[in-house]
């Protein structure tokens, strides 16, 4: 696949501060013009606009064609770009600097040998590099100067100024695509480094190994029997910060335990002596069809897992006929999933609104290109919930390594977040965009009302999977609460919820109280984790399974049957279940 820019973006890119001579300068600003090179234009508020090309040369069309061109003008645009490319470097090569052709990338200080052409670095001399001024950090085995990148980092500077000096493969590997990378200049791979002699590393090799004989020992895909299975098979096979960080919820974890029981308080009045040979599972979600009455719920950090992450789910879920809700902090880029999707496939984005509002509108104008059917603004995440697990896992070496206390994978995901978000703010998204609204995190009958007021098309009943308010209720309650006290909510707008899911019985309840679609989020990441797509479309068959079983004994032809008299609360059985187990 080749890119040809029509605003030359990569040229644009090259900030004022650099450490590159004057001659990088120019060769980088020659590549900016007619690199094939594929950027991460969602995290690059400068690469917005580009034409993509088959292998053959032709326009390949996206969205309806919107962005094709003909043949002749593509190569007017790169001709364009390879010229403006050198103009750029031209001028920052020659007029903004001074040409020093003795220069060097990279500080003598440290040196320990060289490989590859590269200077082989200390972690002292990495250490050194932890300010505003000069932001070195370590991935895989090299060393990168992300100074100049400070200031763009959509999640803002202080992220990596809170990681600078260090090793953070880990944490980058896990909330990063691979081509992220792509978007730091050659020169800014200062070095590279002996990974073998990083403390941070010294877990790995037993981890790896541990994980090596628990893969080789996971029996076959068609062995899970339903999704407790993956659970326990990704206790095994994932890696410490991955399983801490999926399993974790906030405090006490007891509104991510309610969650599971929440389901063991709704029993079901069946109906029989119905034809059920034949019956109809599909519905469609602010008008988009689904082949089930499920979806996935928007988690973050599904490369944690798998090293395709979200890619994977996406694959997975476009087989089976589901919508996908897309994390704000997905592992891959917005690019990756969508290009993974097949014709029809449907995609919803979890928006969280940014602080820099700029920031949210440009995402909104990507998705809406890339062809997203709605959005899912998240409002229950003004702050992180405190997950310990997910801190636990990465004790401190010292006071100084924590500011501010924050640790765990979870610690580098709100940097973003408006914290003033209010009611007013639903306004003002629908006036930047046409995409359907699904207000997520709802908890109470009274902003369901609320929600509903303020022109959202759909509410999604949530408690964030138990990982923000601690005893928080859970979405099967509030759904039961909205059908007693306020009925008539359901003719105003789709509702959904999720939390605690695990068998497709629970699916039904839900739908027999007046859910359109329910959503699963760990299931996902733990079939992700342990069998990739195949995982995937394992945990979807299963489910289907269920749904379809549950709706044949309660006597349910098709969903317009599910009706709330088929479901009734009964907490003393509930408490004599729980008792008993």
């Not at 909205?482 to 939390?499: H, N, S, T, V, W």
């Amino acid at each position: 696949m080749q890119l040809g820019y029509l605003n030359v973006a990569r040229s644009f890119a090259v900030p004022a501060r650099t450490r590159a001579s004057g001659l990088n300068k120019l060769i980088w600003g020659y590549k900016a013009g007619l690199s094939p090179v594929s950027l991460v234009s969602n995290r690059l508020p400068h690469c917005r606009t580009f034409i993509l090309l088959n292998e053959s040369g032709e326009p390949k069309p996206r969205n309806g064609d919107k962005y094709s061109q003909p043949r002749s003008s593509i190569k007017r645009y790169v001709s364009l770009g390879f010229a403006f490319g050198m103009l750029i470097g031209l001028y920052e090569g020659f007029i903004s600097s001074p040409l020093k052709l003795d220069a060097l990338p990279f500080s003598s200080s440290g040196q320990g040998g060289s490989k590859d052409g590269l200077q082989v670095l200390t972690l002292e001399e990495v250490q050194k590099h932890n300010s505003e001024e000069s932001a070195w950090i370590i991935v895989g085995d090299k060393v990168y100067d992300v100074t100049d990148f400070l200031h763009m980092h959509p999640g803002g500077a202080d992220i990596i100024l809170r990681h600078a000096g260090k090793d953070v493969d880990e944490i980058f590997s896990s909330i990063h695509s691979p081509t992220v990378l792509k978007m730091l200049r050659p020169d800014q791979c200062v070095g590279m480094i002996n990974v073998k002699e990083l403390p941070s590393r010294q877990g790995d090799i037993e981890e790896q190994a541990r994980i090596k004989r628990a893969r080789e020992a996971i029996p076959p895909v068609a062995a899970m029997v339903n999704l407790y299975d993956f659970e326990e098979i990704a206790k095994k096979v994932l890696s410490n910060t991955a399983w801490a960080y999926y399993s974790s919820a906030a405090e006490d974890e007891a509104s991510h335990a309610n969650n599971l029981n929440s389901f063991k308080r709704y029993w079901f009045r069946p109906r029989v002596m119905r034809a059920v040979a034949d019956i109809d599972m599909k519905t469609s979600i602010l008008g988009v069809d689904t082949a089930l009455p499920i979806f996935v719920s928007p988690a973050a950090l599904a490369g944690l897992g798998h090293p395709e992450g979200e890619v994977n789910i996406t694959r997975g879920a476009g087989k089976a006929g589901i919508i996908q809700g897309i994390s704000s902090n997905a592992s891959r880029t917005i690019e990756d999933i969508a290009a993974a999707r097949i014709d029809g496939q449907a995609l919803f984005f979890q928006l969280y609104i940014n602080k820099d509002r700029k920031e949210s509108e440009r995402i909104i104008r990507q998705i809406d290109d890339l062809g997203f059917k709605g959005i899912m603004l998240t409002v229950d995440a003004p702050v992180l919930g405190k997950r310990e697990r997910d801190i636990r896992n990465r004790p401190p070496v010292s006071d100084d390594e924590t500011p501010g206390g924050k640790r765990g994978v979870s610690a580098n995901l709100d940097s973003f977040f408006e914290i003033n978000l209010q009611w007013a703010d639903v306004a003002w998204l629908k006036g930047i965009t046409s995409l359907p609204i699904v207000i997520k995190g709802i908890q109470t009958v009274e902003d369901v009302e609320l929600a509903i007021e303020h022109g959202a098309d759909a509410v999604y009943l949530s408690c964030h999977g138990g990982r923000q308010l601690d005893y928080a209720p859970a979405a099967m309650d509030v759904l039961w609460e909205l059908r007693q006290r306020r009925p008539e909510c359901f003719a105003k707008a789709e509702i959904y919820i999720d939390g605690g899911v695990r068998r497709g019985s629970d699916v039904v309840k839900a739908l027999a109280l007046g859910a359109k679609a329910v959503g699963l989020g760990r299931p996902f990441l733990y079939a992700n984790g342990t069998y990739g797509e195949r995982g995937v479309k394992r945990a979807i068959e299963i489910l289907e399974e269920e749904i379809a079983t549950t709706m044949r004994l309660v006597g349910a032809r098709s969903l317009s049957e599910l009706v709330p008299d088929m479901v009734q609360r009964d907490d003393v059985a509930f408490v004599a279940l729980r008792d008993r187990q």
